[in-house]
């Protein structure tokens, strides 16, 4: 079974600092890898996604994400923060071969200080 | 990006009635949509598979007779919350993708808030 892991449940980071926000799956097979990021009341936006080929994907946002696969992780990176990037973020696992059916980390809440 | 249209955006109504909510994808064919359920400050729980032409498949601990699912063509999903009451007060969220196109992601609509009186 597929499980993902969001370690952070809250992170605060400072306007213009870099954030990292981690995400650790569980899969027997090569994912599908995502990063969505949600607002509050909305749905969900897509911020990038791994399927295959270059570990390091880049997204919308100026957000960008590494696969690695000996650590089983697809931490989500963004060097400088801006306000508007305050929301839930979370990390989603997901495989063909199961019908690209979604499973979803718990979530980070990240809070941006002026 | 993929455009997924879900209607309507809020919804209150009084114990016993039933709602239907509309997922639309605008710009693409969608295959398959996803129903899910989402508590405050939780994450997303799928609910249910709705694949266009067949039934819908529900996860494990969904009510199929309480959550009716009817994806009829390849741009329109709909959940219909049959006699609602206020445990099933939550926020519903659709998403639709194709299956027959590699490395196609799911796309979101902006969620339907549910507030059964």
Known sequence: AQSVTQPDIHIT????????????????????????????????????????????????????????RSQSSFNL???????????????????RAAG?????????RVLVKP | ????SQ??????????????????????????MFWYRQFPKQSLMLMATSNEGSKATYEQGVEKDKFLINHASL?????TVTSAHPEDSSFYICSATRLDTSNQP?????????SIL
């Open chain 2, 7 to 32: 209607h309507p955006s809020w919804v209150i109504c009084k114990s016993g009635t039933s709602v239907k909510i509309e997922c639309r994808s605008l710009d693409f064919q969608a295959t398959t």
């Open chain 1, 13 to 68: 980071v400072s306007e213009g600092a870099s954030l990292e926000l981690r995400c650790n799956y569980s899969y027997g097979a090569t994912p599908y890898l995502f990063w969505y990021v949600q607002s509050p009341g909305q749905g969900l936006q897509l911020l990038l996604k791994y399927f295959s080929g270059d570990t390091l994907v880049q997204g919308i946002k100026g957000f960008e994400a590494e696969f690695k």
């Open chain 2, 1 to 4: 990006g993929a455009v997924v």
């Open chain 2, 75 to 79: 741009t329109l999903s709909t959940l």
């Open chain 2, 106 to 114: 799911q796309h979101f609509g902006d969620g339907t808030r549910l």
């Open chain 1, 77 to 95: 990176r963004k060097p400088s923060v801006h306000w508007s990037d305050a929301a839930e973020y979370f990390c989603a696992v997901g495989a």
């Open chain 1, 100 to 108: 690209n059916k979604l499973t979803f980390g718990g979530g980070t």
